[in-house]
């Protein structure tokens, strides 16, 4: 009860806090609104006042302002009144207090020095912080409730009894012995017994109920959290001090009114040549700016309300537009001006007027034939004897590039004659004129209508062109004067047609002429597009052997006075630069940027197992072909052969390579335009691909320049990388290569290559140069050469032989799998000729059958005891004289799904006139 009564004291004391504190709030606001309020009205008092002074000067001036003033006045009364009556918010006077003291169509009026700006209003206090409460005590703890008693515990419950063992199974019977010699059956095991059942197990005792817990103290209760006090009431922002009144320093109050035009025209359409006025008068008169809709127009410095333009020309065509401001207020007028002329003020053919053009000391005659009619009837404006004259146009506006042309010719009239012709062309820039074209003719010797040009710069501007004309026992006459749109016509003319196509060989010769019909002051200038070569700027330039660097558009160019004419000349480069590289590089060139240069080389590669066995063109090895030596270098090292220039394409590059070797690096082709330090990779291959050659064909693009074609080897990780190429062209037109690869080759200069004689047959072929021993029968020459000094091979037909026998030759083993073309050239040359005989040749074993010598077997199995067969499949027979020349032949082999060998087999005739030869043997892949 103690602490009870304690808690109701607090609560007590803290209420009444908190009422003597709302009572301190309300009396500090009382007082705060009471100040402001007596401040705010010492304000209003000082208003009034200064209204009645303000009321009291325009007075005598003017009663309706007074009644105007009045009026505000009352306004400030209800605003005062407001205040009385408590209305807190914040009073701001504002200049339409006088707005509407003037009459209806007037703006603002009171003139003079700017009034004083009125008092900030003081700014309120802010209210202080309110105490906060008391915090409320804390509740003392209940006691903590008493520890029930704990339960007795239960009885120990009886275990229960162990159950009986059961019963063993009984013993199964013994088998009976068995008779001696065969064993009994086993006697069946006995039925194991039935397992006794478990006791039952005894129940547990129950356990003895818990004792109750006892009840916790009860918890004391929260203390009263004491009220925050109210937070202080801010204070209101102080009234901002009205803007001061301006002074008038008249004697009366001065309004000002709104400006008006006095003339309302806005088209204004008069001929060219004639006077207009822009009218732009306001009332009360203020200064006037104008400005043109073109942004070129030249206006006085010093603007008027009415500006004059004498003899209207087409530049002044278009909107004017004009603005007048008073400071208060401003108006714009936009006056159109057009034309019912046609012309541009400028071009003039003289037929029916002058075109609005000023001629000074000109007439404008038909005495004699003119220009633009050819004939008397014709108009055209001439000089006076003796005298200067001067011809002025109107003014233009021009945008971008313009020509002036005109006609005109001189008549001698006394001796000593002269005459000299001024063009001027003047712009008319703001702020000042300036000339852009000044020419001056002087031809005494013109008698006869001639065209002259002037071009002016591309320039966006007004302009006018004046001519002046000084003669001396002269008359100078002038006809069609017109002014274009863009550049000049070139007076000067090309001497060949202005656009042609010129075709020249390679190594051949040939001009390409821009020279002028007539050259007076004309400049050259000469290029080719794409081209890094700078060329001489002569009328004519010279190709003394044509390279495909030389191909290409070239770009002539006529200069005269300023005055240009083009030309274009494509030059197109035939032919085609096949290297076998028999008698060096050709037009290929070693690069400095690599690790090492290309080899040339005929017959194999010093290393084994890699590179070709022979060369691509001759099959042999005496034919010669290029070779990247990968021993003693490193991977990736690289040799790199680079062509001769190129124009910019396309060009189809041909080439056969060789890339046989178990760690060969790879074959790359790049391009690199001449103003370029980068190459672009067009063509690659990589990887071992055996001994035989391969034909790449590659088109190379078109490039905006010239360019130079590289082949780069690259050395693979051993010195089993050897990379060789041969017959490499380069030509123009269609990229088409042939898709055969040569397997077999052999022109029998060096020996019988991959051929072997048999030793199955009745005699061998010979190898031979000149002619065979024989007359009339086998050639003179070989193929392969045309000489007496060439090889080839044949067979003798003279005693031994006997009608009949066979000489034949055997190609090493090719793979099944793949069609083939077999080609050679024969000679069969003999009044008793016998035949040559095709064979395709499958060996299952890889073993030869034996062949009796007098077989003439074409198609079928041959054998004999202990040999295994081979089978043999006739693909080409001929027979018979067929002349002293070579004839080509070309036989199809077809698809094998066995390996295979072909032979040649040679078969002597009825007489000794019967010597056969062949010569240039090759097996490519695909059809013929």
Not at 368 to 379: E, F, P
Not at 719 to 740: E, L, M, P
Not at 890 to 913: A, C, E, H, R
Request: net charge neutral; aromatic share 8%; with cysteine.
């Amino acid at each position: 009860m103690g602490i009870r009564h304690k808690y109701s004291e607090r609560t007590t004391y803290i209420t009444v806090s908190v009422c003597l504190i709302q009572i301190i709030v309300f009396v500090a606001v009382t007082v705060i609104e009471n100040h402001k309020r007596d401040v705010l009205q010492t304000k209003l008092d000082t208003k009034r006042q200064k209204i009645a002074n303000i009321s009291a000067r325009c007075f005598n001036s003017s009663q309706l302002k007074r009644s105007r003033v009045n009026q505000e006045d009352d306004t400030f009364n209800l605003i005062r009144r407001q205040v009385s009556n408590g209305d807190n918010g914040i009073i701001q006077t504002q200049e339409h207090l006088l707005e509407k003291s003037c009459a209806n169509d007037t703006k603002i009026c009171l003139k003079g020095l700017k009034g004083d700006v009125g008092l900030v209003g003081v700014k309120g206090d802010i209210g202080s912080q309110g105490e906060p409460g008391l915090i409320g005590n804390i509740g003392v703890p209940g006691n903590n409730g008493q520890k029930g008693l704990p339960g007795n515990p239960g009885p120990k419950g009886s275990s229960g009894g162990k159950g009986s063992k059961g019963d063993g199974g009984v013993d199964g019977m013994r088998g009976l012995k068995g008779n001696i010699g065969n064993t009994g059956e086993n006697g069946k095991s006995g039925t194991r017994g039935s397992r006794g059942p478990k006791g039952v197990q005894g129940t547990n005792g129950r356990k003895g109920p818990q004792g109750q817990k006892g009840f916790p103290g009860l918890k004391g209760s929260l203390g009263h959290v004491g009220d925050s006090g109210d937070i202080g009431i801010k204070g209101e922002m102080g009234e901002t001090g009205a803007k001061g009144i301006m002074a008038n320093t008249s004697e009366t109050c001065d309004c000002i009114r709104k400006i008006e035009f006095v003339d309302n025209t806005t088209v204004i359409t008069a001929p060219l040549g004639t006077n207009i006025k822009l009218n732009c008068t306001t009332t009360p008169s203020q200064t006037v700016n104008w400005k043109h809709s073109s942004d070129q127009q030249c206006y006085p410095l010093n603007d008027g309300n009415v500006i004059t333009i004498n003899q209207l020309s087409p530049a002044d065509l278009g909107e004017h537009v004009c603005t007048v401001n008073n400071g208060f207020h401003n108006i714009q007028k936009t006056i159109f001006v057009n034309s019912t002329d046609s012309g541009d003020g400028i071009s003039c053919d003289f037929e029916n007027s002058n075109c609005h053009l000023k001629l000074y000391k000109w007439r404008v005659v038909n005495n004699s034939d003119d220009h633009t009619k050819g004939s008397k009837n014709g108009h055209f404006a001439t000089t006076y004897d003796n005298s200067t004259s001067r011809i002025e146009s109107l003014w233009v506006k021009v945008d971008g590039q313009s020509c002036l042309t005109f006609w005109y010719k001189n008549e001698i009239i006394g001796s000593s004659p002269g005459s000299s012709i001024d063009v001027t062309t003047k712009g008319s820039s703001c702020p000042g004129k300036q000339t852009y074209v000044h020419k001056t003719i002087k031809d005494n010797q013109v008698t006869n209508w001639t065209q002259e040009f002037l071009q002016l710069p591309n320039t966006s501007d007004v302009i006018q062109f004046i001519f002046d004309v000084r003669t001396n026992n002269m008359v100078v006459s002038i006809d069609d004067i017109s002014l274009l749109n863009g550049t000049c016509p070139l007076l000067s003319k090309f001497y060949e047609p202005e656009n042609i196509t010129l075709t020249i060989p390679l190594d051949g010769h040939g001009n390409i002429n821009c020279s002028a019909e007539k050259p007076g002051d004309v400049l050259y200038s000469m290029t080719k597009m794409g081209s890094c070569q700078n060329l001489a700027n002569t009328g004519i330039h010279t190709i003394q052997k044509a390279s495909f660097s030389d191909a290409g558009t070239y770009v002539c160019k006529l200069i005269s006075d300023g005055e240009v004419k083009t030309k274009f000349v494509t030059v197109n480069v035939t032919g085609n630069t096949n290297c076998t590289f028999e008698n060096g590089i050709c037009d290929w060139t070693q690069d400095q940027q690599d690790n090492q240069d290309w080899v040339s080389r005929s017959s194999t590669t010093p290393s084994s197992g890699t590179g070709p066995n022979s060369d691509h063109t001759f099959g042999d090895s005496t034919g010669h072909y290029m070779y990247f030596e990968a021993s003693g270098g490193s991977q990736h090292d690289t040799a790199v052969l680079k062509s001769h220039m190129l124009s910019t394409g396309p060009y189809c590059l041909s080439m056969a390579y060789n890339m046989n070797g178990d760690s060969i690096g790879a074959l790359n082709v790049y391009t690199k335009e001449c103003n370029s330090t980068v190459r672009h990779k067009i063509w690659s291959v990589a990887g071992n691909k055996g001994e035989h050659w391969f034909d790449a064909c590659i088109k190379t693009p078109v490039l905006s320049r010239d360019y130079q074609i590289y082949i780069e080897a690259e050395r693979g990780s051993t010195y089993a990388s050897d990379i060789a190429i041969d017959d490499v062209n380069i030509h123009t037109g269609n990229c088409i290569c042939s898709s055969k690869t040569v397997v077999r080759s052999c022109n029998f200069e060096q020996g019988l290559c991959q051929w072997h004689q048999l030793n199955t047959d009745d005699f061998d072929w010979t190898r031979l140069s000149g002619p065979t021993d024989s007359r009339a029968t086998g050639p003179n020459i070989d193929h392969t050469t045309a000489t007496g000094n060439g090889y080839y091979l044949y067979i003798e037909s003279s005693s031994p032989r006997t009608p009949g026998n066979k000489a034949e030759l055997e190609s090493t083993t090719l793979p099944g799998g793949s069609q083939y073309c077999l080609t050679f050239y024969y000679n069969m040359f003999g009044a008793t000729m016998g035949a040559l005989h095709i064979y395709k040749e499958v060996t299952p074993s890889g073993k030869r059958a034996y062949l009796p010598p007098q077989s003439s077997l074409t198609s079928g199995t041959a054998a004999q005891s202990g040999v295994r067969s081979s089978t043999r499949t006739l693909l080409f027979t001929i027979a018979d004289d067929h002349g002293a020349t070579w004839h080509k032949q070309q036989v199809n082999i077809p698809v094998s799904t066995s390996d295979f060998k072909i032979i040649l087999s040679g078969v002597v005739g009825t007489s000794f006139y019967s010597d056969l030869a062949i010569d240039d043997i090759s097996i490519t892949t695909g059809t013929c």
